[in-house]
């Protein structure tokens, strides 16, 4: 692309950039309140289904948690740098993560897609079976296996593995969540907590996690996708639906990322997009290139 081109683009882009302090503390406390309306309902309609719907669910508003940590990590989810560095005991201490970790982590990753390095899609490839695997052994890797549990023993597998590693770490998660415990037993909600928190959290997120980034960056023309549906929306993608457009232009919000994407589509650009469920299963089984 020329030059002159890019700066154009990225001029216009611009007026996206800015951070809204309001917008950010509605959107979390929307998440919260999902998570309580969806967990009451499901309370009291009392059935099997009922909770494992409100599990699904809720195990999706904790990816929309992880994608607020993720829009922190890049300093857009507040204006104030300072709010975006302490915001992680509200979002992210919950679903086990640490902001600073997590940045260091993912800005790399960011690093490696614009460099374009060869082997910057490796931590995807390693979760897969073989490309002469049958199209049943991939359903198997990638769908049921993480359903069955999978995904969720290696998530707890590596929070206790971090935490060993860095006891600082370890020590601050362990104390947030023993108070989180406590005051859910003395509430006497602590049934609740563990089958509409603690469940998801451990189970269906990490699930919704891996195919969140498979569907972000598996088998992409041009580094990732976006994503769009009431599907995503729900379960795999939260918050961040315009993948592709948030690596090309980080300092974008998430929630103002959905208008720039209408106006790189409105100058001619063309990007990657995924749409619902069969465009998801059949990314998710696509063998390797």
Known sequence: MPH???ERIDGGLHQFTRAD?????????????AVFAIAVVAIAAHHPVATLAAVACI??????????????????????????????????????TLLRPYRLFHLLHHRDIARKSPDRFDYLHAQLPDAAA???????????????????????R?????????????????????????????LGWIGYFVTYWVLPLVWLYPAFFFWAEMTDHYHVRDE???????????????????????HRYPRVPFYRVSAAARYLRSIGEHIEESRGVIDFVRILCRPPS
């Open 59 to 96: 195990a999706g508003r904790q990816v929309a948690l992880l994608n607020l940590v993720h829009a922190a990590a890049h300093h857009t989810l507040f204006s104030r740098r300072r709010l975006n560095d302490r915001i992680d005991p509200l979002i992210g201490y919950p679903i086990l």
């Open 224 to 246: 990732a996708r976006n994503q769009c549906g009431v599907f995503y929306c729900l379960f795999i993608k939260g918050h961040e639906m315009y993948h592709a457009v948030h």
């Open 21 to 33: 302090d309001r917008l950010a503390v509605v959107i979390i406390a929307a998440d919260y309140a």
């Open 134 to 156: 049958s199209m049943p052994a991939r359903v198997w890797h990638v769908i049921v296996k993480p359903l069955l549990g999978w995904a969720g023993f290696e998530f707890v």
């Open 158 to 186: 590596n929070a206790i593995r971090g935490a060993v590693k860095n006891p600082g770490t370890g020590l601050t998660l362990a104390a947030y969540w023993f108070v989180l415990i406590a005051i859910f037993w003395r």
């Open 4 to 6: 002159q081109t890019i």
